[in-house]
């Protein structure tokens, strides 16, 4: 079961747009989550302003502030703030802000921590997911395990079974000579994962210059 976020702005907000960053439709790597998880008095806080604008256009709000995401704020507080800051360290800076896409397994805002089964999935995001992700503009796709079994499990997504290729420590699930669909670590993680993260930012960074 999941809590939708009691803001109605941030509803309306994913109901105009389900992702955050650059349009999946058109970005190069696209970061697939389990759901855009917020402080749930996000909108007495002072980035809420900016919070609104960065939903608007993503892009431009990293090219203002200089940081991807409103989490990253010094004035934020709440959850996804380390899911950022581990994100950050992979090396994307503004200059690529057209180029990166997060979208969620979950079509509407959350709040508070959930569990996602599949029955919590909205059929027609799924769908719009399956060609973000198969059959999108994205070059590089990354998942992390949890997303992965969620999509397994609808039945909808049969390609993303693990394979023998890797990028550094990163599995490739899916290479359909046009785009890779790569599983990593949950950018939440943190204490006994570090050096895992520390790889596949590593990895990841590697493809910012040969794309």
Same mark, same amino acid.
């Given at each position: 079961?999941?809590?939708? @976020? ?5 509803? /309306? ?6 992702w955050?960053?650059? $349009?999946?439709? #058109?970005? /190069? ?7 855009a $998880?917020?402080a749930? !008095?996000? /909108?007495?806080?002072?980035?809420? *302003?900016?919070?609104?604008?960065? +939903? /608007? *256009? ?9 940081? @991807? ?11 996804g ?5 581990? =994100?950050?360290?992979?090396?994307f800076?503004?200059q @690529?802000? &057209? ?6 397994l979950?079509?509407?805002p959350?709040?508070g921590? $959930?569990?996602? +089964?599949v029955?919590?999935? !909205?059929?027609? +995001?799924? #769908? ?21 079994r ?6 909808? =997504? ?5 394979s ?13 000579? #046009? ?6 670590? @949950? =950018?939440s993680n943190?204490?006994?994962? &570090?050096? #895992?993260?520390?790889? &596949?930012? &590593?990895?990841?960074?590697a ?5």
């Amino acid at each position: 079961m999941y809590q939708t @976020h009691p803001s109605a702005q941030l509803c /309306e907000l994913f109901k105009a747009k389900p992702w955050q960053g650059a $349009n999946p439709w #058109q970005a /190069e790597f696209l970061f697939v989550g389990l759901d855009a $998880n917020y402080a749930a !008095d996000v /909108e007495a806080q002072p980035i809420f *302003d900016a919070l609104l604008r960065y +939903h /608007e *256009d993503g892009p431009a709000f990293w090219r203002v502030h200089g940081v @991807h995401h409103p989490f990253l704020l010094p004035a934020y507080r709440g959850d996804g703030r380390r899911y950022h800051r581990t =994100f950050a360290k992979i090396g994307f800076t503004a200059q @690529h802000a &057209e180029r990166v896409s997060f979208v969620e397994l979950m079509h509407l805002p959350t709040v508070g921590r $959930n569990v996602l +089964h599949v029955s919590d999935l !909205d059929t027609m +995001h799924l #769908q719009r997911l399956r060609e973000m992700i198969l059959h999108g503009q994205a070059r590089h796709v990354f998942l992390p395990a949890g997303v992965q079994r969620l999509l397994m499990a609808t039945g909808t =997504f049969p390609q993303l079974r693990p394979s023998t290729m890797t990028l550094g420590t990163l599995p490739v699930l899916h290479d359909d000579g #046009q785009r890779r669909v790569y599983r990593h670590l @949950h =950018f939440s993680n943190y204490g006994k994962f &570090e050096a #895992q993260l520390r790889a &596949e930012a &590593e990895a990841i960074r590697a493809l910012i210059g040969a794309t």
